[in-house]
């Protein structure tokens, strides 16, 4: 029986090499050049190639095989439809006997793994003599996503693989598959260490090969480089590798850390699908884990991305090329992919030299019709970060150059040679009729002339000698032009169309959208009929867009004729720009931002614009810098504590019945300042901020350029947003906000995070004379953690400071609040310096000199509390001047407090506050004190030790629980020192001097 067993292995091995002897493994046309020039291209004899199988009875149905065993061990009946090993065909399915028997059936077999244990289980390919897995020669599908565990990825998190195949000694392939295995497919897979090729297609067509990880461990992070990922040859069309509708992201394969390329498509393959892998990075698709190059095309029809997300490839950190397109290649569309950058296109991966190249050479047929980002904005490629040029346009050896290269729509920016390089020499100039020859006809581009940030565009362009044609110009912008003036490329914006011909110059003069950004720069291409894209042409720097108000009545008609053509211009006679019209001008643009600018009669000369119940100003709704001091020599913002602001612009709106505002800045015009302009007489608000982030400076808000123009508003400024900067850092950012009916400056609930800095309200523009408000000087109606800095708040007809309603986490720092700029004059406000209702968690003052307020001279409480939890005054001089050394009294008590908790009034080790001269108490705790801290406060003594008492007590406790009384210095006050009423208890009184 041994002997019969032996005789009958010997004819079969014997029958194999007569098969391979007479057919061989098909070699394919190896004439590719890659780089670098060593690479290996020879399509490699299989080490264990099989005769075809003999036709099966189609009538067989399907099988299914579970490999149970990670040994490399033949099927021990091959034809049986057993998948068994050993002489008896009992023992465990290996994954060579399952191929073995999936290879004699005429049906497509499924080949499932359940190995025991968790895994990721290594299946070494190797066998006595080196075999490694046999040719695959029917449609199968190996499926490493049925072993417990596995998953597919999903859009962020990678695969799970359980099954690595890994290459033992001298084997070429992981699993190769020939015509007759059209049809299969290969998931869930690691495959590394192969000496020709993870994967390849010898002439197998309609394969799909998704899910698995070519070059990379199953971690999706070590590298098992085989020398090729994925290999086309021998004419193996209508391939997929990656992602189909049916499996989204989870068909993405990584295809990462191979010796030459991620994917070689080398013999004339048609339709290849390359789409939604990670190519060159690891599983998660952030970090480079290099083939030597991406991926490299001698196809024809192939299709690289798609125009979903799941289709995009992300091909960056390769050695070499993203992608090479070499001779005979054609009709190639390249889509919606990321190359050098990681998967989100945030942030550079790049490619060590060019992104894409494409290149013909001698004897062959150039490269032609390829399209890289296709036709449509949705079709974009990002092409960034890569050490040579983005795109690479040549010819090597004296052969065809590429042609119809339609490169279009694409953000390509910031690579280390030209974004675009036709001829791989650097900049092409322009010739005249374009009569040079060359890639893509080495096609001339725009050069740009002009350019602003209302979308106004103008470039010239020298057309071909040949007969008239369309051209498709592109605009692109960018933050800088790393190549200097020309080859610079961008983030794409717009497109139109011209025509030229007969080498004519065709001046370019159009209004395009999305606008770009003033400070940044644009670039044009340009694109014949026929498809042949230019490189970039010139930087141009963006110009912020310039509306000059010359018209103070309105005129006949206020409004613009054309909004959105970026010409400020009524309907008079002769055409004038008026206020409203430059606003609706800007409205009508979009985006920003926009200047509008004043001058009257060309000198100027002070101007008073005129508004009514008729002639509204539009809402603002694109960012704009509405400034009546630049381009105006006789206007100016005040460069000293003392200095007045010499403005020439007044907006009135004395005529005004109703309800109006001055000027509102509503969605959409986030961003914009008001700078030197005089807002007098409107019923309601003379300024409105229903958007954030505006900077409002050097303005006179209820004041007129010229005196006789004063009008008090309604009320000064309404702020119902975020992040606004109402004064500044500087003098020169000076707000007066004076004389206005109701509140100087009001904060409503949703302000928050707003600076109010630098400005004077309630006093002339010297901050030396009363001109308040008549209601409170600055309102917080709920604002929270704004800072209310460096500010004069006096004379005003209600509280200087008011914040209620739940105005939490503000901070108050170094004010004069009731008294004169200097701090050295009594200009009280009618109410309270400082009232707190109903807020939380806000601080007065802090450990320094410069964090200081003096709240002096106001009619009522220096400061009053009230419900106001978690407050902290330190550092503060409150009832006198700004030495600390002459009274300038509060008209009631220093600070009142009532019904607050976990007030703190100074503090161990910072400043001191001096509570001292005030008319009644230093300080007054009524209706529920508790949980008070006073400490190491001089109270009732001046800042020299001198006395300054407070015309009550020092401190009077009428009503508090649980509070301390700490290392105060408490003298020369009227009355007592500290007086404590029958209800108080639990209060300790340490180490004061009394």
Request: a negative charge; aromatic letters at 6%.
């Amino acid at each position: 029986m041994e002997m019969a067993i032996m005789l009958s292995k010997l004819r079969i091995l014997l029958g194999l090499l007569i098969m391979l002897l007479l057919f061989g493994a098909r070699v394919g046309d190896v004439s590719a050049e890659p780089p670098p020039s060593d690479w290996d291209t020879t399509i490699h004899p299989y080490d264990t190639q099989q005769p075809e199988a003999p036709a099966a009875d189609t009538r067989a149905p399907a099988a299914t095989f579970t490999v149970v065993s990670t040994a490399n061990i033949q099927d021990g009946n091959i034809g049986d439809g057993i998948c068994g090993t050993g002489a008896s065909g009992t023992g465990p399915c290996t994954l060579f006997a399952a191929i073995q028997e999936a290879n004699n059936t005429g049906v497509h077999d499924t080949i499932y793994f359940n190995i025991p244990g968790s895994g990721p289980h290594t299946l070494v390919t190797q066998g006595s003599g080196g075999l490694g897995l046999p040719l695959i020669t029917r449609p199968i599908t190996i499926d490493g996503t049925s072993q417990s565990g596995a998953n597919c990825p999903s859009q962020l998190a990678g695969a799970d693989i359980r099954i690595m195949l890994k290459a033992g000694l001298g084997v070429d392939y992981g699993l190769r598959l020939n015509h007759s295995a059209s049809g299969s497919i290969i998931k869930g897979l690691s495959i590394i260490d192969y000496e020709v090729a993870g994967i390849e297609l010898d002439g197998a067509d309609e394969v799909q090969i998704q899910c698995n990880h070519i070059g990379l461990e199953a971690d999706g992070i070590t590298e098992g480089p085989n020398r090729d990922g994925i290999r086309l040859v021998n004419f193996a069309n209508r391939n997929i590798i990656g992602s189909t509708n049916a499996t989204s992201y989870a068909g993405r394969n990584v295809i990462s850390g191979n010796d030459q390329y991620g994917i070689f498509n080398n013999d004339g393959e048609s339709e290849t699908v390359i789409s939604g892998n990670y190519i060159g990075l690891n599983a998660a698709g952030a970090a480079a884990r290099p083939n030597a190059a991406g991926i490299y095309d001698r196809g024809n029809d192939t299709d690289i991305g798609g125009v979903f997300d799941y289709q995009r490839n992300v091909i960056s950190g390769n050695d070499f090329e993203g992608i090479t397109l070499q001779t005979e290649a054609v009709n190639i569309d390249i889509i919606n992919n990321y190359i050098g950058s990681d998967f989100f296109g945030l942030f550079a991966v790049g490619n060590g030299t060019h992104g894409i190249r494409i290149r013909g050479n001698s004897g062959a047929t150039a490269p032609t019709n390829i399209f890289i980002g296709g036709t449509t904005p949705a079709n974009a490629n990002i092409i960034r970060g890569n050490g040579g040029d983005g795109i690479s346009v040549y010819a090597l050896n004296g052969g065809d150059a590429p042609q119809e290269v339609t490169i279009r729509f694409n953000d390509i920016y910031n690579n280390g040679g030209l974004d675009i390089d036709l001829n791989n020499d650097g900049v092409t100039l322009n010739d005249a009729g374009d009569a040079d020859s060359g890639p893509n006809g080495l096609q001339n581009y725009p050069l740009i002339n002009g350019a602003n940030n209302a979308g106004h565009i103008t470039a010239l362009f020298a057309s071909s000698n040949g007969p008239s044609q369309t051209y498709w110009i592109d605009l692109f912008q960018t933050s800088n032009c790393v190549h200097q003036d020309l080859g610079n490329g961008g983030t794409y914006l717009d497109s139109f169309s011209i025509t030229g011909g007969s080498g004519n110059f065709v001046t370019i003069d159009e209004m395009i959208d999305p606008k770009p950004t003033a400070g940044r720069y644009v670039i044009m291409t340009a694109t014949d009929a026929a498809g042949n894209t230019s490189e970039f042409g010139n930087c141009f720097l963006v110009e912020q867009t310039t509306f000059v108000v010359d018209e103070q009545s309105g005129g006949i008609f206020s409004d613009d004729v054309n909004p959105g053509d970026g010409v400020c211009e009524t309907g008079d006679t002769p055409t004038n720009c008026t206020l409203n019209a430059a606003i609706q001008e800007a409205n009508a643009l979009g985006g920003g931002p926009y200047n509008i600018y004043f001058d009257w009669l060309g000198s100027g000369a002070n101007m008073r614009i005129a508004l009514s119940d008729t002639n509204v100003l539009p809402t603002v709704t694109s960012q704009v810098v509405i400034d009546g001091i630049a381009g105006n020599a006789n206007a100016s913002c005040p460069d000293s504590s003392t200095d007045f602001a010499n403005l020439r612009v007044t907006v009135a709106g004395n005529s005004m019945t109703g309800n109006q505002d001055g000027i509102v800045f509503g969605t959409g015009s986030n961003g914009s300042i008001l700078r030197g302009i005089a807002l007098v007489g409107f019923p309601n608000n003379a300024i409105r901020l229903n958007s954030g982030g505006h900077t409002v400076e050097c303005n006179l808000i209820g004041l007129g350029s010229i005196s006789s123009w004063d009008a008090p508003n309604g009320q000064g400024m309404n702020v119902a947003s975020d992040d606004n900067v109402i004064g500044g850092a500087t003098f020169a950012s000076r707000n007066v906000i004076a004389e206005n009916n109701g509140v100087g400056i009001l904060l409503l609930n949703t302000a928050q995070d707003n600076t109010l800095s630098n400005n004077f309200v309630g006093t002339n523009q010297s901050g030396t004379s009363d001109r308040g408000n008549g209601s409170h000087g600055m309102y917080l109606f709920g604002g929270t953690s704004n800072l209310i800095e460096e500010n004069v708040l006096s004379g005003n007809g209600g509280d200087g400071l008011r914040i209620d309603n739940g105005g939490n986490a503000n901070t108050i720092l170094n004010n004069m609040i009731g008294v004169s700029r200097d701090g050295s004059a009594d200009l009280g406000n009618d109410g309270s310096g400082i009232y707190l209702a109903g807020v939380f968690n806000t601080t007065i003052g802090g450990d320094t000199a410069q964090e200081r307020n003096v709240i002096s001279g106001n009619q009522a409480n220096g400061i009053h509390i009230v419900d106001a939890d978690s407050t902290t005054i330190t550092g503060n001089y409150i009832g006198t001047d700004v030495i600390g050394q002459t009274a300038i009294s509060n008209g009631q008590n220093g600070i009142r407090n009532e019904m607050s908790l976990d007030l703190v009034i100074g503090d161990s080790s910072g400043l001191r506050n001096i509570i001292s001269g005030n008319t009644y108490n230093g300080i007054f705790f009524t209706n529920g004190t508790n949980f008070a801290t006073v400490e190491r406060n001089l109270i009732g003594v001046a800042s020299d030790g001198s006395a300054l008492g407070n015309g009550f007590h020092g401190i009077h406790l009428n009503s508090a629980t649980n509070s301390t009384l700490r290392d105060n210095t408490i003298a020369n006050n009227t009355r007592t020192g500290v007086y404590l009423d029958s209800s108080v208890f639990g209060v300790d009184i340490l180490g004061n001097e009394i």
